[in-house]
């Protein structure tokens, strides 16, 4: 089914191509790629340029759930382009300029094709402007799980893993281009908005108030959120200095407040673990129950779907080094951000009286973790490092075989050489993005005398139930 559409989206952009006449640039560029062939999800993501930027200016009326958008990207080409793709799934688009002047463009599917008068070099940064409006959709993904725009009763939020964040905003929608961004959001004034990073100014008038956030460190566009609703706020500071910015459905502030209590003692343990933290502030968005069953690691500030548990807030704090700054290369590789995360709970466990990790990961091997039986035989549907398709890289063999991937190398290296790799690993791709061979790679060279052979083919790639270690 994919493969018709694509070739689709690859035959109108022929069209375009041939029928454009002189352009006044260069006469040999080429159009980007349409997608850059993730393994999961093939058209996510575009060829042939790097976004640096997002400046998002959006307008929100919670009542019509009704979106109106300036997204201004700023760019460099990797290759002399024709024409270039941006993501953008359902809503409008009014216009396109490239370097300020009007382009053409063309939709199909989830690809908006933008061909700019002129073309484009091969090292030239250039912006490009989209104005568009519409109703925002949600995205149901191959596994149930809803992402993209949700609506909430007092609001909406937009949450974008794998692929949601392309229904309110156009992009590089691929976890591999990470940029930073600006995000003025505008809404009726009873309303507030959080996002990630800082909030850099916040403006009543004529009855609408703009919410200003600004992201300076590189983010996957699949983190970026933007959060309406009425939210208590709460400032404060860890004990380093480092900013807290908490914002808490009103329904979810009494459940809330003795976890949150703990968010700085999380944080010191987490930077105590995995070293330096790398953004500029922290926090959490509580919102009250809605669409989403699940918390997301959303970049410096995570979004809950009702007040978390504590394991979860450890979750999705650890996610801040393992997923946000140390990102994957593709969506096959989401056993990094699960794996770690869910190791993270159990190195919190075992580091504050509770469970160890040797515990946890015996009960998960003896089947007895889980409620019930097929959850606890589920661990074993697939290797983490090789999801069968789409509609699972969220399940349980990413998460907790991912974890059990993680404490069979703590058992080969031993505990203190096990902390060094996990401070190591998170230093070494700070910002960046890698892959699980960039994984088996780094830990074979921190311990050369080890012999990891059997971990790599039994426990991250063979199927079944490897051996009992
Ligand atoms: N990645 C999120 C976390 O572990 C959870 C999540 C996001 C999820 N989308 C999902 C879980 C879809 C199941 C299905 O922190
Ligand atoms: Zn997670």
Request: charged content about 25%; glycine content about 10%; hydrophobic content about 35%.
């Given at each position: 089914?994919r493969?018709?559409?694509?070739?689709?989206?690859?035959a109108t952009?022929?069209?375009?191509?041939?029928?454009?006449?002189?352009?006044?640039?260069?006469?040999?560029?080429?159009?980007?790629?349409?997608?850059?062939?993730d393994?999961?999800?093939?058209?996510?993501?575009n060829?042939?340029?790097?976004?640096?930027?997002?400046?998002?200016?959006?307008?929100?009326?919670?009542?019509?759930?009704?979106?109106?958008?300036t997204?201004?990207?700023?760019?460099r080409?990797?290759?002399?382009l024709?024409?270039?793709?941006?993501d953008?799934?359902?809503?409008?688009?009014?216009?396109?300029?490239?370097?300020?002047?009007?382009a053409?463009?063309?939709?199909?599917?989830q690809?908006?094709?933008?061909?700019?008068?002129?073309?484009?070099d091969?090292g030239?940064?250039f912006?490009v402007r989209?104005?568009?409006s519409g109703?925002?959709?949600?995205?149901?993904?191959?596994?149930?799980s809803?992402?993209?725009?949700?609506?909430?009763?007092?609001?909406?939020?937009g949450?974008?893993?794998?692929?949601g964040?392309?229904a309110w905003?156009?992009g590089n929608?691929?976890?591999?281009?990470?940029?930073?961004?600006?995000?003025?959001?505008?809404?009726?004034?009873?309303y507030?908005?959080?996002?990630?990073?800082?909030?850099?100014?916040e403006s009543?008038?004529?009855?609408?108030?703009?919410f200003?956030?600004?992201?300076?460190?590189?983010m996957a566009?699949y983190?970026?959120?933007?959060a309406?609703?009425?939210?208590?706020v709460?400032?404060?500071a860890?004990?380093?200095?480092?900013?807290?910015?908490?914002a808490?459905?009103?329904?979810?502030?009494?459940?809330?407040?003795?976890?949150?209590?703990?968010?700085?003692?999380?944080?010191?343990?987490?930077?105590?673990?995995?070293?330096?933290?790398?953004?500029?502030s922290?926090g959490?968005?509580?919102?009250?129950r809605?669409?989403?069953?699940?918390?997301?690691?959303?970049?410096?500030r995570?979004?809950?779907?009702g007040a978390p548990d504590?394991g979860?807030?450890?979750?999705?704090?650890a996610h801040?080094?393992?997923?946000?700054?140390?990102?994957?290369?593709?969506?096959?590789d989401?056993?990094?951000?699960e794996?770690?995360?869910t190791?993270?709970?159990?190195?919190?466990?075992?580091?504050?009286?509770?469970?160890?990790?040797?515990e946890i990961?015996?009960?998960?091997?003896?089947g007895?973790?889980?409620?019930?039986?097929?959850?606890?035989?589920?661990v074993?549907?697939?290797?983490?490092g090789?999801?069968?398709?789409?509609?699972?890289?969220?399940?349980s063999p990413?998460?907790q075989?991912?974890?059990m991937?993680?404490h069979?190398?703590r058992?080969t290296?031993?505990?203190?050489?096990?902390?060094?790799?996990l401070?190591d690993?998170?230093?070494?791709h700070?910002?960046?993005?890698a892959?699980?061979?960039?994984?088996?790679?780094?830990?074979?060279?921190?311990a050369?005398?080890k012999?990891f052979t059997?971990?790599w083919?039994?426990?991250?790639?063979?199927?079944?139930?490897?051996?009992?270690p």
């Amino acid at each position: 089914m994919r493969l018709p559409r694509l070739l689709l989206a690859a035959a109108t952009l022929t069209a375009l191509t041939a029928c454009s006449g002189g352009g006044g640039g260069g006469v040999d560029g080429t159009p980007g790629a349409a997608g850059l062939r993730d393994p999961y999800f093939p058209k996510a993501g575009n060829g042939g340029y790097d976004v640096g930027h997002y400046d998002l200016t959006l307008a929100y009326d919670p009542d019509a759930e009704h979106l109106t958008g300036t997204a201004t990207i700023t760019a460099r080409a990797t290759q002399d382009l024709s024409a270039f793709n941006l993501d953008l799934k359902g809503l409008d688009v009014e216009n396109v300029t490239v370097e300020g002047r009007e382009a053409r463009f063309n939709r199909a599917g989830q690809e908006l094709t933008v061909r700019p008068p002129d073309e484009l070099d091969d090292g030239e940064t250039f912006r490009v402007r989209v104005r568009y409006s519409g109703e925002p959709e949600t995205i149901t993904d191959a596994d149930d799980s809803e992402e993209g725009w949700l609506p909430t009763d007092d609001g909406a939020v937009g949450l974008g893993e794998p692929v949601g964040s392309m229904a309110w905003f156009p992009g590089n929608h691929h976890p591999s281009d990470k940029a930073t961004y600006d995000l003025a959001v505008t809404v009726p004034e009873e309303y507030g908005v959080v996002s990630n990073g800082e909030l850099t100014d916040e403006s009543t008038s004529g009855g609408r108030t703009t919410f200003r956030w600004h992201t300076a460190e590189p983010m996957a566009s699949y983190l970026a959120t933007v959060a309406v609703g009425d939210w208590k706020v709460s400032r404060s500071a860890t004990g380093d200095g480092l900013p807290v910015y908490t914002a808490v459905d009103p329904e979810q502030e009494a459940a809330s407040r003795p976890v949150l209590a703990q968010l700085p003692a999380i944080m010191k343990w987490e930077q105590d673990t995995f070293g330096p933290y790398p953004f500029s502030s922290t926090g959490a968005i509580v919102d009250r129950r809605g669409d989403a069953g699940y918390a997301l690691e959303t970049q410096h500030r995570p979004y809950f779907p009702g007040a978390p548990d504590t394991g979860t807030l450890v979750h999705e704090l650890a996610h801040q080094w393992y997923g946000d700054s140390v990102t994957p290369k593709s969506w096959r590789d989401m056993w990094l951000n699960e794996g770690f995360a869910t190791y993270a709970e159990w190195l919190w466990s075992e580091d504050h009286g509770g469970d160890s990790a040797q515990e946890i990961f015996d009960a998960l091997y003896d089947g007895d973790y889980f409620d019930d039986a097929a959850a606890n035989e589920a661990v074993w549907a697939f290797p983490p490092g090789k999801p069968p398709d789409a509609a699972h890289i969220s399940d349980s063999p990413v998460y907790q075989r991912g974890a059990m991937v993680l404490h069979r190398v703590r058992r080969t290296v031993g505990d203190d050489a096990f902390r060094a790799l996990l401070r190591d690993w998170a230093a070494a791709h700070r910002h960046g993005n890698a892959d699980t061979d960039d994984f088996t790679a780094f830990v074979e060279e921190s311990a050369p005398e080890k012999d990891f052979t059997e971990i790599w083919e039994d426990w991250l790639f063979g199927d079944g139930k490897p051996e009992r270690p």
